[in-house]
């Protein structure tokens, strides 16, 4: 994805190598189901870093597909 001039920042380091929307979704599905699998995980081994990680990096991705979406920056490839 190239960088345009009113892309915040932290979107283009979320969407750095996703060129389409379609990967972009299957990296927040990807997300999603990580996010699920990982509270039975971090409760059987008592380590809720797994959780504490992989949640709030699901909603980075979701925030940078919402602002891609509203802004049209999808190559249409």
């Known amino acids: 994805m190239q960088r345009s001039n009113n892309m915040p920042l ?3 380091l979320g969407l750095m190598n996703v060129e389409t929307r379609k990967g ?3 990296l927040v599905y990807l997300m999603i189901v990580c996010a699920f699998a990982s509270i039975p995980l971090s409760w059987y081994l008592t380590d809720w870093l797994w959780a504490v ?3 709030p990096m ?6 940078c597909l919402r602002w891609a ?5 999808w190559n249409k490839a």
């Open 69 to 73: 979406d509203r802004h049209a920056v």
């Open 10 to 12: 932290w979107v283009f």
């Open 53 to 55: 990680t992989i949640v």
């Open 24 to 26: 972009a979704l299957i």
């Open 58 to 63: 699901g909603i980075w991705y979701w925030l």
